[in-house]
């Protein structure tokens, strides 16, 4: 039997030791199941209807998860910030203009991100705990409204 995402969310909490409660399976669940990058007020709208979360909540349970690295947080070109849960390696391309964030999968990314990781590590003396690649530029949709 294949397990239902929401079995997956659980799963994941408590391997990170967290308690497990109806918001935070409601968010990661979201989370999981939605590519889109969302802002807090993209998941309170989506989860609304449900009735069990407030914005607070929200914040804090995306803070927690980001926390123990289950989900990262990305900090728009508009100021905004914008959730991802990190299913597969893959890195981020941000659109300078309008804010549009897409996924990038590129093969062997997950041992170039730990290469790189390690030369940080080496050259800075830092130790590295997590790192995230940010790409920017224009979408298609500006580029042709700059083109006009």
């Given at each position: 039997m294949k397990a239902t995402l929401e079995d997956q969310a659980h799963k994941?909490?408590?391997?990170?030791?967290?308690?497990?409660?109806?918001?935070?399976?409601?968010?990661?669940?979201?989370l999981m199941s939605h590519h889109n990058h969302p802002t807090v007020e993209t998941i309170y709208q989506a989860q609304k209807s449900v009735g069990l979360i407030n914005k607070a909540t929200i914040y804090n349970t995306l803070n927690t998860l980001v926390k123990v690295g289950i989900i990262m947080e990305i900090k728009n070109g508009d100021n905004s910030t914008h959730y991802d849960f990190f299913v597969k390696p893959h890195f981020h391309i941000i659109c300078k203009n309008c804010g549009k964030i897409a996924d990038v999968f590129y093969p062997n990314f997950d041992k170039i991100e730990d290469q790189m990781r390690k030369n940080a590590e080496e050259q800075t003396g830092f130790t590295t705990s997590a790192s995230h690649l940010e790409i920017f530029g224009l979408c298609p949709k500006c580029q042709k409204k700059t083109k006009k």
């Amino acid at each position: 039997m294949k397990a239902t995402l929401e079995d997956q969310a659980h799963k994941l909490l408590h391997e990170h030791n967290l308690k497990v409660t109806k918001p935070r399976l409601q968010i990661l669940t979201y989370l999981m199941s939605h590519h889109n990058h969302p802002t807090v007020e993209t998941i309170y709208q989506a989860q609304k209807s449900v009735g069990l979360i407030n914005k607070a909540t929200i914040y804090n349970t995306l803070n927690t998860l980001v926390k123990v690295g289950i989900i990262m947080e990305i900090k728009n070109g508009d100021n905004s910030t914008h959730y991802d849960f990190f299913v597969k390696p893959h890195f981020h391309i941000i659109c300078k203009n309008c804010g549009k964030i897409a996924d990038v999968f590129y093969p062997n990314f997950d041992k170039i991100e730990d290469q790189m990781r390690k030369n940080a590590e080496e050259q800075t003396g830092f130790t590295t705990s997590a790192s995230h690649l940010e790409i920017f530029g224009l979408c298609p949709k500006c580029q042709k409204k700059t083109k006009k």
